[in-house]
């Protein structure tokens, strides 16, 4: 199944895409969130007929595909390539780091410039919705505990994160810069995690390409890693990490402008295209 959010920020509704038209769910559930995420009410909308639920007319915003996420637990240099464009080495453990759920948006919103921003940069990226508690869960065990995946863009700021101190986290939080959706794709739809093609476009321009064959570290042992040292909850979301291409990693450095249009998406999981405005 492919489930979405659409309608206006803050007021939006549980839908199926189902190929064609939207589908809405809102006489099954309230909402795409941590709470709908669980295998059995999944399980419930999957013997659903798509054509038994009312299309939904017009062209409505989609909004992030989850709601109410309780933690955006990332994933950073999880690929070697970009590791090494950005001048850091290769991780030999996961490097995590936390991003702002206010910065969630949906994947077609624009993306604010933020004031003083001097170098603004864009990371298509393979998301993990968990559906159920995870706690100290094997590698072996953890992909029972994932609803299923969606695309996430980590827009940064690198002036903010690497230039101004402290973590991370002051240049990753900005509202907007979690695009997320436009919807999130059920693992039982995806055949294969760890081999889905990437791409991200800046204003025309092939900016990344990618496969998540060549993660370092693949979405079971993240999940596993991560819930040793923090437990994840239904609606938590773990971005985990770009290929290289960034603006940051070029000769000389690119980076967004306002105006310009990132267009992006992964195999299987859709695409976004998102504008760039100065707040």
């Not at 991003?99 to 998301?127: F, I, Q």
């Not at 436009?182 to 081999?195: C, F, G, R, S, Y």
């Not at 993240?222 to 070029?250: A, R």
Request: some cysteine; glycine content about 12%.
């Amino acid at each position: 199944m492919k489930l979405l959010r659409y309608g206006d920020k803050g007021a939006e509704r549980p839908g199926l895409w189902d190929g064609e038209v939207i589908r809405d769910l809102s006489d099954h559930i309230g909402d795409v969130t941590g709470a709908t995420l669980d295998p059995g009410t999944l399980g419930m909308l999957a013997a659903l007929d798509p054509a038994s639920l009312p299309a939904v007319s017009g062209n409505p915003r989609i909004g992030p595909c989850v709601g109410n996420i309780g933690k955006l637990a990332c994933v950073g240099l999880n690929y070697t390539d970009h590791a090494i464009e950005t001048g850091n080495p290769i991780p030999d453990q996961p490097v995590l780091f936390g991003k702002a759920v206010s910065s969630v948006c949906g994947p077609n919103d624009d993306v604010e410039m933020p004031r003083g921003s001097t170098m603004l940069d864009w990371e298509v990226e393979l998301a993990i919705v968990i559906g159920s508690h995870t706690k100290n869960v094997s590698e072996a065990d953890a992909m029972d505990h994932v609803a299923g995946f969606a695309v996430f863009n980590d827009v940064s700021e690198r002036d903010f994160q690497t230039k101004r101190g402290g973590q991370w986290m002051k240049g990753k939080s900005h509202d907007t810069f979690g695009p997320l959706g436009p919807w999130m794709v059920t693992k039982d739809e995806i055949a294969d995690v760890n081999d889905l093609d990437m791409h991200l476009d800046v204003s025309g321009t092939r900016r990344q390409t990618g496969n998540t064959k060549t993660f370092i570290f693949k979405p079971a042992f993240v999940v596993h890693y991560i819930s040793q040292y923090m437990s994840l909850q239904p609606g938590d979301v773990i971005p985990t990490g770009t290929p290289p291409g960034v603006g940051m990693g070029m000769s000389p450095q690119v980076f967004l402008k306002d105006g310009d249009v990132m267009e992006l998406g992964i195999s299987g999981l859709g695409q976004q295209k998102l504008r760039v405005v100065e707040q």
